[in-house]
Structures are given as structure tokens and as C-alpha cells.
Nanobody, 117 residues
Framework: QVQLVESGGGLVQAGGSLRLSCAASGSGFSIYAMGWYRQSPGKQRELVASSTSGGSTMYADSVKSRFTIPKDNAKNMVFLQMNSLQPVDTAVYFC???????????WGQGTQVTVSS
């Protein structure tokens, strides 16, 4: 099994920044990709950003130029640097990883990000 532990959520004013962290632990696996999703009340979970082990990244259009997804492959960690936050970014943010270990996709418990206007 792979465990994901997230940290870094909280309350921030519009225009502010937050940095989320996610650490993957366990044994006997390799990571293909790590990413961040978010879910607001009444909405479907959506991809925010992802990064492959090869360094390819992708971002939702709504966060491009504001968010980045740094990664530390050696430590199996991924981060989400969120700048210029807006109230629409308020959501529970989930870390996800795609690995070589069945059931292959793992999720973190989620961390709340609240942006006040």
C-alpha cells in the first residue's frame, strides 16, 4: 500500500499564497505521476495540476500562470504552490499518485483551502 499525507491548507485572503505538500510513503512501488485535484461543495472533483516522473506537467486552464507543481522525486513528494488565490479556488485539495503498485491510484485524505474575499 501507498500512503499519501497532505499538509499546508488553510485560510488565506484573496490575492494571497499557499503551498500544499504531499508525501508518498510505503514500499515496493515506483511513481509514474503525482498530482492535485480539488473539489468544491456540489461540484465534481477536478484536476488542478499533475507532474510525471519524467517531468511533464499539466495545469487546469483556471490555474495556469498562478499555480505551479514542484516535485521532489527523491523524497516522493509533490507540492502545489498557489499564488494570486481567489475565492473560486476554495475547495478541498486532494493529492493523487499513479504508481506501479495495485490498485495503482492512491489518494490523500484532502486538505481544506479557503480563500476569503
Amino acid at each position: 500500500q501507498v500512503q499519501l499525507v497532505e499538509s499546508g491548507g488553510g485560510l488565506v485572503q484573496a490575492g494571497g499564497s499557499l503551498r500544499l505538500s504531499c508525501a508518498a510513503s510505503g514500499s515496493g512501488f515506483s511513481i509514474y505521476a503525482m498530482g492535485w485535484y480539488r473539489q468544491s461543495p456540489g461540484k465534481q472533483r477536478e484536476l488542478v495540476a499533475s507532474s510525471t516522473s519524467g517531468g511533464s506537467t499539466m495545469y487546469a486552464d483556471s490555474v495556469k500562470s498562478r499555480f505551479t507543481i514542484p516535485k521532489d522525486n527523491a523524497k516522493n513528494m509533490v507540492f502545489l504552490q498557489m499564488n494570486s488565490l481567489q475565492p473560486v479556488d476554495t475547495a478541498v485539495y486532494f493529492c493523487q499518485t499513479y504508481t506501479t503498485l495495485s490498485p495503482y491510484v492512491y489518494w490523500g485524505q484532502g486538505t481544506q483551502v479557503t480563500v476569503s474575499s
